[in-house]
């Protein structure tokens, strides 16, 4: 996903690299000594990482790895973060340091970080770990409302029956039955 700074997400995906561990800007004469540290040095340096950010306020749930790609000196975290509120993208840059991408979708939070192929350490998770409703997000509301629809339930119906479905995707809805019954009436003109 592109860069977007005043995007704002409650999950992200974050990859971090060794210059990430360190406070402030670093040079590259500087990331070139950081990169050239002892791998147990490095991975230190990530554990600490870890720590602090499962210890910020703004945290509410964390789960990472430290892994190793196929690249040489590629050793990194891969994390999941769940802040308490959405937060920015740039917001996320400046003060939990890392690569971080928003999670688009539950699935994609939980296995970024629990992959075991290229696991060095299990970094552990820490925080409130979200909700199994609130991890599916809004997705399973929408196919409940199109299964309502497919066995001939009408708005009014959904909105008595399903409210979460049909406060969260009633223009969906609407327009989907109406194209429906503008199907179903074409079908009965063709059948006459």
């Not at 147990?40 to 340096?45: D, L, N, R």
């Not at 050793?75 to 928003?102: C, F, G, Y």
Request: charged fraction near 30%.
């Amino acid at each position: 996903m592109k860069f977007k700074p005043k995007l704002q997400k409650r999950f992200w995906l974050g990859t971090v690299w060794i210059g990430h561990t360190v406070d402030g800007k670093i040079s590259a004469e500087n990331l070139r000594v950081l990169n050239e540290l002892p791998t147990e040095v490095k991975m230190e340096q990530y554990r600490e990482w870890f720590s602090r950010v499962a210890q910020h306020p703004s945290v509410q749930w964390i789960e990472g790895q430290i892994e190793v790609g196929s690249e040489e000196n590629s050793l990194h975290i891969q994390v999941a973060v769940k802040t308490h509120d959405s937060k920015r993208w740039e917001w996320m840059a400046k003060n939990l340091k890392a690569s971080w991408q928003p999670a688009e979708n539950w699935n994609a939070v939980s296995n970024y970080c629990v992959k075991k192929s290229d696991r060095v350490e299990y970094l552990g998770a820490h925080g409130k770990k979200p909700d199994s409703k609130k991890m599916q997000g809004d997705g399973s509301a929408k196919l409940r409302a199109l299964d309502h629809l497919r066995n001939g339930k009408s708005p009014d119906w959904i909105a008595r029956n399903d409210m979460q479905a049909y406060f969260t995707h009633h223009h969906a809805i609407i327009s989907t039955y109406k194209a429906l019954l503008i199907a179903d009436r074409r079908r009965h003109l063709e059948e006459e």
